[in-house]
Nanobody, 125 residues
Framework: QVQLVESGGGLVQAGSSLRLSCAASGRTFSNYAMGWFRQAPGKEREFVAAISKSGGMTYYTDSAKGRFTVSRDNAKNTVYLQLNSLNPEDTAVYYC??????????????????WGQGTQVTVSS
């Protein structure tokens, strides 16, 4: 079992940047494909970005392409989500997720068996 703890959220103005981190513990981190999801008030949780176990493959939702970057440091047991050019529509709780059974990248939330508690990102206009 792996435990996930997100950090790095906050209140920022439109156009700003944030870097979210997700620290993993409990198992060999490099055995887990990782994903980032977000959930805005009154909306369903949605996929944002994913990265393969080695970090060699990434995938983004259309709204994240060109603005967000997912990366991982397997030596530090951490996955990151760099958020640039934030706008109010990015306001949500951001969650990281992990699963060892995913081959490549996973974009469906039900593919992930382990989740963090989430970190709030609020973007003001």
């Amino acid at each position: 079992q792996v435990q996930l703890v997100e950090s790095g959220g906050g209140l920022v103005q439109a156009g700003s940047s944030l870097r979210l981190s997700c620290a993993a513990s409990g198992r060999t981190f490099s055995n887990y494909a990782m994903g980032w999801f977000r959930q805005a008030p009154g909306k369903e949780r949605e996929f944002v970005a994913a990265i393969s176990k080695s970090g060699g493959m990434t995938y983004y939702t259309d709204s994240a392409k060109g603005r967000f970057t997912v990366s991982r440091d397997n030596a530090k047991n951490t996955v990151y989500l760099q958020l640039n050019s934030l706008n109010p529509e990015d306001t949500a709780v951001y969650y990281c997720a992990a699963d060892p059974k995913i081959l490549g990248v996973g974009i469906r939330s039900n593919a992930y068996g382990y989740w963090g508690q989430g970190t709030q990102v609020t973007v003001s206009s």
